[in-house]
């Protein structure tokens, strides 16, 4: 059957290529903009001083063109470097709130936590284009961060 695609029939085709990177962290979400009443009615167990931890896993989909010569649209090896240098080098056996400097001030959920790693690939990204950051946090806490 035809394809009907206009990028298609130009000769160009755009994929969605995505990485996948597991670290582990602990954390406590705590508000700096509530009271520790607050904190403790809003987070509940999740606010424990003593804090606790998730083994997270990251897929980060990048979007872009399919280069002609080389068949890619980012070199894979490029994008688990970035990944490393994003993820693993500030996240992986880190206490995100004490370890993070981001975190000092902002509350160590998932979508934060998807939010940093978006902020932090899209700056250093080599060719493509991000397109979504998702985090499972546990098997059943899954966030998508697209950048919005
Ligand atoms: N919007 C958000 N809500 C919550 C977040 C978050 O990141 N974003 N995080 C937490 C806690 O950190 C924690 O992850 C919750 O863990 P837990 O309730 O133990 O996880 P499960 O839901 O998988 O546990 P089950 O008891 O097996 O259902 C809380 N809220
Ligand atoms: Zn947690």
Redesign the pocket.
């Known amino acids: 059957m035809a394809n009907t695609n206009a990028e298609h029939q130009t000769g160009e085709r755009i994929a969605y290529l995505t990485r996948v990177q597991c670290f582990s962290a602990s954390?406590r979400?705590h508000s700096l903009g509530l009271s520790d009443d607050e904190n403790q009615r809003i987070?509940g167990?999740?606010n424990n001083p003593n804090g606790?931890g998730?083994n997270y896993r990251a897929e980060v989909t990048v979007r872009g063109k399919i280069n002609k010569v080389t068949g890619m649209v980012i070199n894979l090896t490029d994008l688990k470097e970035c990944i490393e240098e994003v993820i693993m080098v500030p996240l992986d056996h880190k206490n995100l709130d004490k370890d993070v400097p981001y975190f000092a001030n902002v509350v160590s959920?998932?979508?934060n936590v998807a939010a940093y790693i978006w902020d932090g690939l899209v700056k250093i990204l080599p060719v493509g284009e991000m397109y979504e950051v998702k985090i499972y946090?546990?098997?059943?806490?899954i966030?998508v961060y697209r950048g919005e």
């Open positions: 954390h979400l987070f167990k999740c606790h998730h959920t998932t979508e946090e546990t098997d059943k806490n966030v």
